[in-house]
Nanobody, 128 residues
C-alpha cells in the first residue's frame, strides 16, 4: 500500500526558509504525482504544488507560486517542498499527498480533490 511520510516541520522564525520532505513508498507503478497541501486552523485544506514522476514537471496553485518550490529525488522517492520567507499565515499542518498518473505526460492539478493517498501531516509554526 502507498505510504507517505512527512518530515521537516517545526517552529521557525518569520522570514526564514524551511524544507519539508515526503518519503513515498508502495507505489506499484513508476508513474505517479506527489504534492503538498496545507490546512491552517479553521480553514479548508489547500493544495499547493504537485510534481509528476512521468516528466518531472511541477504545477503550483496560484497561492503557492513564488515562495514555494517543489522538487523530486527519484532515486530516494522523496519529494521536497521549499518555503521561503515564511510568514505567520504560513502556520499550518502540511500534508503530502499522492495519486497514480498515466504513463504519458499530462497536466496534474494541485487541487486536493484529485489525491488518493495522504500522509499524516507535519506541523509548521511560524513565529513573528
Amino acid at each position: 500500500q502507498v505510504q507517505l511520510v512527512e518530515s521537516g516541520g517545526g517552529l521557525v522564525q518569520a522570514g526564514s526558509s524551511l524544507r519539508l520532505a515526503c518519503e513515498a513508498s508502495g507505489f506499484v507503478s513508476e508513474f505517479y504525482g506527489i504534492g503538498w497541501a496545507r490546512q491552517a486552523p479553521g480553514k479548508e485544506r489547500e493544495g499547493l504544488a504537485v510534481i509528476s514522476s512521468v516528466d518531472g514537471d511541477a504545477y503550483y496553485s496560484d497561492s503557492a507560486r513564488g515562495r514555494f518550490t517543489i522538487s523530486f529525488d527519484a532515486s530516494k522517492r522523496t519529494v521536497f517542498l521549499q518555503i521561503d520567507n515564511l510568514q505567520a499565515d504560513d502556520t499550518a499542518v502540511y500534508y503530502c499527498a499522492g495519486r497514480y498518473l498515466p504513463s504519458t505526460p499530462v497536466y496534474v492539478s494541485p487541487d486536493v480533490r484529485f489525491y488518493d493517498y495522504w500522509g499524516r501531516g507535519a506541523q509548521v509554526t511560524v513565529s513573528s
